[in-house]
């Protein structure tokens, strides 16, 4: 009889985006993958979907029935390890599982980024801060991606039966690289760019937290200096609209392209000359992980997740918030604007940097986690095979 898993986040799409290899790493070892989220995708890799009715807000009335079906279906599967993922799926499982737990079936929860965190709202620490604390004890392993957020939870006294901290969901390294300068002068005029202009990517949805109206506000600082800056943003979201107005209002709209949502994001970074974020909080941006690894300098705002992946003046800038941040972010903009050969000696150092997060490492490192977890006669045996596999 196969061992069973469940994964649990709010969308499916999360798994797709994120943890395709980890599904496949369970079923490489014999066992069955079950997922219980929102949609309808078909996923590789996986035994049988639940589509339950979990929603993003806490105040939701579906996410009551979410909650009925989960500790249903975990009732019905006998599931050895339950992981889940996003705050909605992370709270609604963890409750689901108290009474799996008592059979024996383990419980992770990944925290993608704690909304709580230094810098943060009173409002947030008082809203969310108590419940990952209070579920904490619900949570046989407690899996963060940060370093700062690590240093918290082990700090404050989370009472999860292990915390440990992998390198984010990872970053593949195969499929995201730098092209050289004969290949990216080739890109360059099979595209719609010329050769001279200087182009910064920015990828993320049009909300609040990612603030491109930073980004566009910086470049109209300094549209008559770095005339041959191009800023490239892809994504949708309900602010983009605005962003566009914003960009006319200010005078650069021929400077900032809205390329809307892609698919290849992959092939056009390595076109690119280097990205930026301005996004208020990370956990750890897959998207400027994915720009170190095409080998790009990045100018990012300061957050825990862009902290641990920029080292200002070696791969990139941080701008710091509050007064005068447009002025910095413009200053940042223009300095790598006019210079190529420092834009090569950061975008080394980003490659340089990206190694620890590439997929192989953070599947590795799951990987240890999870067969800390099984139970004990199949952690033995799955100990062995991952010991004679590294000798």
Same mark, same amino acid.
């Given at each position: 009889?196969?061992?069973?898993?469940?994964?649990?986040?709010?969308?499916?799409?999360?798994?797709?985006?994120?943890?395709?290899?980890?599904?496949?790493?369970?079923?490489?070892?014999?066992?069955?993958?079950?997922?219980?989220?929102?949609?309808?995708?078909?996923?590789?890799?996986?035994?049988?979907?639940?589509?339950?009715?979990?929603?993003?807000?806490?105040?939701?009335?579906?996410?009551?029935?979410?909650?009925?079906?989960?500790?249903?279906?975990?009732?019905?599967?006998?599931?050895?390890?339950?992981?889940?993922?996003?705050?909605?799926?992370?709270?609604?499982? /963890?409750?689901?599982?108290?009474?799996?737990?008592?059979?024996?079936?383990?419980?992770?929860?990944?925290?993608?980024?704690?909304?709580?965190?230094?810098?943060?709202?009173?409002?947030?620490?008082? #809203?969310?801060?108590?419940?990952?604390?209070?579920?904490? /004890?619900?949570?046989?392993?407690?899996?963060?991606?940060?370093?700062?957020?690590?240093?918290?939870?082990?700090?404050?006294?989370?009472?999860?039966?292990?915390?440990?901290?992998?390198?984010?969901?990872?970053?593949?390294?195969?499929?995201?690289?730098?092209?050289?300068?004969?290949?990216?002068?080739?890109?360059?005029?099979?595209?719609?760019?010329?050769?001279?202009?200087?182009?910064?990517?920015?990828?993320?949805?049009?909300?609040?937290?990612?603030?491109?109206?930073?980004?566009?506000?910086?470049?109209?600082?300094?549209?008559?200096?770095?005339?041959?800056?191009?800023? #490239?943003?892809?994504?949708?979201?309900?602010?983009?609209?605005?962003?566009?107005?914003?960009?006319?209002?200010?005078?650069?709209?021929?400077?900032?392209?809205?390329?809307?949502?892609?698919?290849?994001?992959?092939?056009?970074?390595?076109?690119?000359?280097?990205?930026?974020?301005?996004?208020?909080?990370?956990?750890?941006?897959?998207?400027?992980?994915?720009?170190?690894?095409?080998?790009?300098?990045?100018?990012?705002?300061?957050? /825990?997740?862009?902290?641990?992946?920029?080292?200002?003046?070696?791969?990139?800038?941080?701008?710091?918030?509050?007064?005068?941040?447009?002025?910095?972010?413009?200053?940042?903009?223009?300095? #790598?604007?006019?210079?190529?050969?420092?834009?090569?000696?950061?975008?080394?150092?980003?490659?340089?940097?990206?190694?620890?997060?590439?997929?192989?490492?953070?599947?590795?490192?799951?990987?240890?986690?999870?067969?800390?977890?099984?139970?004990?006669?199949?952690?033995?045996?799955?100990?062995?095979?991952?010991?004679?596999?590294?000798?």
């Amino acid at each position: 009889m196969s061992r069973k898993v469940l994964f649990c986040a709010t969308v499916d799409f999360h798994f797709r985006a994120f943890h395709l290899p980890v599904l496949e790493w369970f079923k490489e070892r014999g066992w069955e993958v079950h997922i219980a989220a929102r949609g309808e995708l078909d996923l590789p890799s996986v035994d049988r979907k639940f589509n339950i009715s979990i929603e993003r807000s806490p105040l939701r009335s579906g996410n009551w029935a979410a909650y009925r079906q989960l500790k249903d279906i975990m009732k019905r599967n006998d599931y050895d390890i339950i992981h889940a993922h996003t705050p909605m799926g992370g709270v609604l499982a /963890r409750l689901a599982a108290a009474g799996s737990r008592k059979k024996g079936t383990r419980m992770l929860y990944t925290a993608h980024g704690f909304h709580f965190c230094q810098g943060s709202s009173l409002a947030s620490w008082l #809203l969310y801060y108590p419940i990952e604390k209070g579920l904490s /004890r619900l949570t046989d392993c407690l899996i963060t991606i940060n370093d700062e957020d690590y240093r918290l939870a082990v700090n404050r006294g989370f009472k999860a039966g292990q915390i440990e901290h992998v390198h984010g969901v990872g970053v593949d390294t195969d499929k995201f690289k730098p092209a050289g300068p004969a290949e990216k002068a080739r890109l360059r005029q099979q595209s719609i760019y010329g050769t001279e202009e200087v182009l910064m990517f920015y990828a993320g949805e049009f909300n609040g937290n990612k603030n491109h109206q930073l980004l566009i506000r910086a470049l109209a600082r300094i549209k008559d200096q770095g005339a041959g800056i191009k800023l #490239l943003l892809a994504g949708d979201g309900p602010l983009q609209e605005q962003c566009r107005l914003l960009a006319s209002e200010l005078g650069v709209a021929g400077q900032v392209d809205f390329l809307g949502y892609r698919k290849d994001i992959d092939r056009l970074l390595p076109l690119c000359d280097a990205a930026v974020s301005s996004s208020l909080r990370e956990g750890l941006p897959v998207n400027i992980m994915e720009a170190m690894a095409c080998g790009l300098p990045v100018i990012a705002t300061r957050n /825990r997740g862009h902290a641990e992946l920029v080292k200002p003046g070696e791969n990139g800038y941080l701008v710091e918030p509050g007064t005068g941040q447009e002025e910095r972010m413009a200053g940042y903009m223009l300095e #790598l604007s006019r210079s190529s050969e420092l834009r090569s000696k950061m975008g080394k150092k980003s490659l340089e940097l990206v190694q620890t997060y590439n997929l192989t490492s953070v599947v590795k490192e799951l990987g240890s986690i999870y067969i800390g977890h099984m139970r004990e006669e199949e952690s033995y045996e799955a100990g062995n095979q991952h010991y004679h596999a590294h000798i």
